[in-house]
């Protein structure tokens, strides 16, 4: 995403496991390429199926970025552009997983596995020196105080188990808005009304847990949530909402912080993150009930199944 404007614009870049033919969890190293620092952009592929989005768009300003691909871990990432509007958002995770589904993942005899936490046999990670190459940057802590850079972790702390994360990226003007203000906001906004389907497992212990993100010179990248939002299920029901949530908040940091401001203070911070970690959905129904009900914060009602 550049840094041309305050958007808000939304992105992505979640993660997903993958199956061979028999139904098997495998490693994505060495089939698909692309890395972190040189993904593989497969906007050609994007355009070949759907048209060319930019061209079709009413203001074709409003979407940055690229469709992309790549091997992190043991996991197939990839990257969606940046929008505007919901819809365009939920729009790109579809092309993206059909495109995957229909064009990339079959040259290889492979499938898209949706889940949070896979524990792979020891002898299918040796093989792969990047199965043990653990993070890029280091994730911040929103609920820490001074210092929020959190402990590394590293391949030891995990064992053999390897997690999905659905990591949202939100430009916004963080000059109004400090990023772990609006960090603990989005655990409100995206994490509360769904935690019926965020069933982490191993990955709460690490990665999902509240408020963790990494700084972005657009705004933020949050990552407490797992890869649940891509089941199509969700995506047909839920997604468009969570997306609306996470745009109200960035409109909101942008024109009317004084008003995050005010909700901030009536907010029990210290409920939410008993919530997540504890994936309570019962006491995330109840906080996101006072939230807009006492507090005047706009957010969709808790997603039922």
């Excluded at 919901?86 to 949706?114: C, E, G, W, Y």
């Excluded at 391949?155 to 603990?184: D, K, L, M, W």
């Excluded at 995206?190 to 700084?215: A, C, H, N, S």
Aim: aromatic content about 10%; glycine content about 6%.
């Amino acid at each position: 995403m550049a840094n041309k404007d305050h958007g808000p614009r939304v992105g992505s870049d979640p993660e997903l496991f993958v199956q061979d033919a028999e139904g098997n969890t495998v490693p994505i190293c060495g089939k698909i390429g692309g890395t972190k620092e040189h993904p593989l952009i497969i906007d050609h592929l994007v355009e070949a199926n759907y048209g060319a989005e930019r061209r079709r768009l009413r203001r074709p300003e409003d979407v940055e970025g690229n469709y992309a691909i790549q091997e992190d871990n043991v996991m197939l990432e990839f990257n969606t552009p940046a929008y505007k509007e919901s819809s365009q958002f939920v729009d790109s995770i579809s092309k993206m997983l059909a495109v995957l589904s229909d064009h990339v993942l079959p040259r290889h005899n492979l499938t898209l596995k949706f889940e949070a936490s896979h524990s792979f046999k020891a002898d299918e990670l040796v093989k792969y020196p990047q199965a043990f190459t653990i993070g890029c940057s280091p994730d911040l802590n929103a609920y820490a105080e001074g210092t929020r850079e959190r402990q590394p972790f590293n391949a030891t702390h995990f064992g053999n188990n390897r997690f999905c994360g659905g990591h949202i990226h939100v430009q916004y003007n963080h000059a109004s808005v400090p990023r772990h203000i609006f960090v603990q906001f989005m655990d409100v906004m995206v994490e509360l009304p769904f935690m019926r389907y965020d069933k982490q497992k191993l990955r709460r212990m690490f990665y999902g847990q509240p408020g963790i993100y990494r700084e972005k010179p657009y705004g933020i990248e949050y990552r407490t949530p797992s890869n649940f939002w891509l089941n199509r299920v969700f995506r047909e029901r839920h997604l468009m909402q969570m997306v609306d949530n996470v745009l109200y908040l960035a409109r909101t940091a942008n024109d009317n912080p004084e008003e995050l401001k005010r909700i901030y203070a009536e907010i029990d911070w210290a409920d939410v993150q008993a919530a997540i970690r504890g994936e309570d959905a019962k006491m995330a129904d109840e906080i996101i009930d006072h939230a807009r009900h006492k507090v005047g914060l706009y957010v969709c009602p808790p997603a039922t199944r």
